[in-house]
Structures are given as structure tokens and as C-alpha cells.
């Protein structure tokens, strides 16, 4: 089943434009990671943030985590065609004893026009 | 770069068959997971393993579906008898520990069953 629900599914801007993706959760994670997929491709991991992590930032990356919302976003500036593609968030979370788990979302699928 | 090979990258088999998926994982990674990807139900987890040690397969239809890891460099995915609802990209992904670097997708098998 699935831990994480991105929004929105599907996200259209031009380039240059800045997008942002939201994912909510439903328990308790260790870390939160995102990660790409171009179409037919395997995913690429982006960016992991800690469960005591706030906010972190990776080049044209920006991630924050609210854990007592149980969400997280991640924001893409200045957009490129290149960074068209779905973006998959994935929580690390217990999954008995202790074992844990990467579990993700259905993704959003990002489109960026020239 | 280091990779996660998955072979083979295209399979049509006919419904029955015995179907086999392998994965290399990369070198010195521990952790391994096989999720299935569809267009209705997303990224699925179907199994991991923890240095050769299953830890949760409850995602995975017991009555078809095996995972095993015969040694480190050696992952596989069986489905006997397959059915056409098999139909899916399967994917390998590899990681040290709690993945705190992320995880490394391979490219996917693409499985059709007829």
C-alpha cells in the first residue's frame, strides 16, 4: 500500500518557472527521499531529508519536511525542459521490529515547456 | 558509475510460464528491493533483503512469486505460473544500510504476459 500521496499529480509551467510538489504521509518515517523518473527509465534518487531535518537544499533542489503534518515538498527553481519527467516521493519507515522500509507514492507528473 | 543491472530489459512470455528476473546489485551494497510498477496501483514493494536476508515480502503474491538472494551479486525474481495481470516493469534497487545516501535504481524489466 501505499505510505506517501504526492500533489498535485500533474503540474504543467514554463521554463524558467519555479515548481512545487507536496507529498503527505500516514506514519511515522526515518527519512524522506525523492526521486525522478524519466519515462520508461528507472528513478534516480534526488535528495533525502531526516526525520530531524527541516530543510534541506541541493543545487536547484529544495526540500522541506514537517512531521507533525506529515509532509513534505519539494520545489524545483528556475525549471528546465530537461526536468520534465514524474517525481516520486518515498518514505523509510518501521516496518516491524527492526526492519524498515521504502515505500512510495503514485508521483506527479511534471511537464516543463520550452 | 556504479550500476544496478537488471536482465533481462524486455520479456514477453505466454501465460503459465515460468519467468525469471535477476539483478546485480551495485558492489558492497547490502540492501536490496524488487518493486512492480504499474499505471493503476504505482510502485509497489514486493520484497527486500538485508545482507541475503529476506525481511518483508507481504507485498508479493505468495502462491507465484519468489525472491531470493543465492549471494550478494545475485538477486532474482520468479513468477510461476505467470498470468497476464503480471504485466509490469519490475524493478531492482540497492543501497547500503538504512540508505541514508539513497537507493540506486535499475533500469527495469518490462514483463508482458499474452
Known amino acids: 500500500s501505499q505510505q506517501g500521496e504526492e500533489d498535485p499529480q500533474a503540474l504543467s509551467i514554463q521554463e524558467g518557472e519555479n515548481a512545487t510538489m507536496n507529498c503527505s504521509y500516514k506514519?511515522?518515517?526515518?527519512?524522506l527521499q525523492w526521486y525522478r523518473q524519466n519515462s520508461g527509465r528507472g528513478l534516480v534518487h534526488l535528495i533525502l531529508i531526516r526525520s530531524n531535518e527541516r530543510e534541506k537544499h541541493s543545487g536547484r533542489l529544495r526540500v522541506t519536511l514537517d512531521t507533525s503534518k506529515k509532509s513534505s515538498s519539494l520545489l524545483i527553481t528556475a525549471s528546465r525542459a530537461a526536468d520534465t519527467a514524474s517525481y516520486f516521493c518515498a518514505t523509510d519507515a518501521e516496518s516491524g521490529g527492526s526492519n524498515y522500509k521504502l515505500t512510495f507514492g503514485k508521483g506527479t507528473l511534471l511537464t516543463v515547456n520550452p | 558509475d556504479a550500476r544496478v543491472t537488471q536482465t533481462p530489459r524486455d520479456k514477453v512470455t505466454e501465460m503459465g510460464q515460468e519467468v525469471t528476473m535477476r539483478c546485480q546489485p551495485i558492489l558492497g551494497h547490502n540492501t536490496v528491493f524488487w518493486y512492480r510498477q504499474t499505471m493503476m496501483q504505482g510502485l509497489e514493494l514486493l520484497a527486500y533483503?538485508?545482507?541475503?536476508?529476506?525481511?518483508?515480502d507481504s507485498g508479493m503474491p505468495k502462491d507465484r512469486f519468489s525472491a531470493e538472494m543465492p549471494d550478494a551479486t545475485l538477486a532474482t525474481l520468479k513468477i510461476q505460473p505467470s498470468e497476464p495481470r503480471d504485466s509490469a516493469v519490475y524493478f531492482c534497487?540497492?543501497?547500503f544500510g538504512r540508505g541514508f545516501y539513497g537507493y540506486t535504481f535499475g533500469s527495469g524489466t518490462r514483463l508482458t504476459v499474452v
Open positions: 534497487a540497492s543501497g
Open positions: 506514519t511515522s518515517i526515518n527519512n
Open positions: 533483503f538485508r545482507n541475503r536476508a529476506p525481511l518483508d
